[in-house]
């Protein structure tokens, strides 16, 4: 199996964009979530987007007059990021989520962890730390967004665990999903036509399985509340508040 870093560089980073509809329809959701969680800047206007991807997120807020700082381990995602984001006030860093969150010295008045990121993490250890950090990077009255898929609660069987992402007519992309333990394993699975027919190209990779309420009380014990919890399409959403 391969690491999640490796994963990434190996079938998921080239795709990415495609995967997710392309970038402006991926900016255009991330500016209507920014809208619909009424994320204006209030004090210091600084934002920390971890597991920032191609930007789509750190960019509707940048836009918003955040000042981000986005982080991120997808040498690809964040090329394509510089690309995206232009003149924009975005600082930009290659480094492990919790790592940078563990040495970060400045306090943000908004942190935010989406689409998944937070499963990325190679352990239950490596969140618990990261919840550490976050209790001590948010400034107090901040906001902590974070989202998940729940792969615990209602664990998926038989064919549900074959999930169709996206296609068209030149890519077919699925992914199958088994439940190893605390994990669950994704093997992604794509076939791209090129001039000599149809290339299957096959990768895994393990993420978390993050039950919500341990999620919640895990930051309530470091000092947030829950303002809103809301769960779409397998995704959770998690708006905490720092006291
Ligand atoms: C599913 S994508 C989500 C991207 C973006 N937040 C979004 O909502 O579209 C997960 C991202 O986390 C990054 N990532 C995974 N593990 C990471 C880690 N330990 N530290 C920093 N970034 C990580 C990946 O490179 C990828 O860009």
Known sequence: MNDVGEHYRRLLAPIYVWMVGGA?????????????????????ARALDLGAGFGATSIALAERGWNVTAV????????????????????????????????A????????CLGDTLTHLPSRERVVASFDAFARLVAPDGRLVLSFRDYVTKPLEGAE????????DRRVFTCFL???????IVHDVLYERGDDGWKLSVSDYPKLRLAPDWVVAELVARGFELEQRAFERGMLTLQLRRR
């Open 161 to 168: 665990r074959f999930i169709p992402v996206r296609s068209d």
């Open 24 to 44: 402006e329809a991926a900016l255009e959701r991330n500016r209507e979530l920014v809208r619909a969680a009424d994320l204006a800047p209030r004090g210091s």
């Open 105 to 112: 010295r400045e306090r943000f008045e908004l942190v935010v």
């Open 72 to 103: 991120d381990t997808s040498d690809e995602l964040l090329a394509e990021f510089a690309r995206l984001a232009g003149a924009l006030p975005i600082r930009r860093e290659r480094a492990d989520l919790v790592e940078f969150a563990e040495r």
């Open 178 to 184: 088994e439940i190893q333990g605390e994990h669950v």
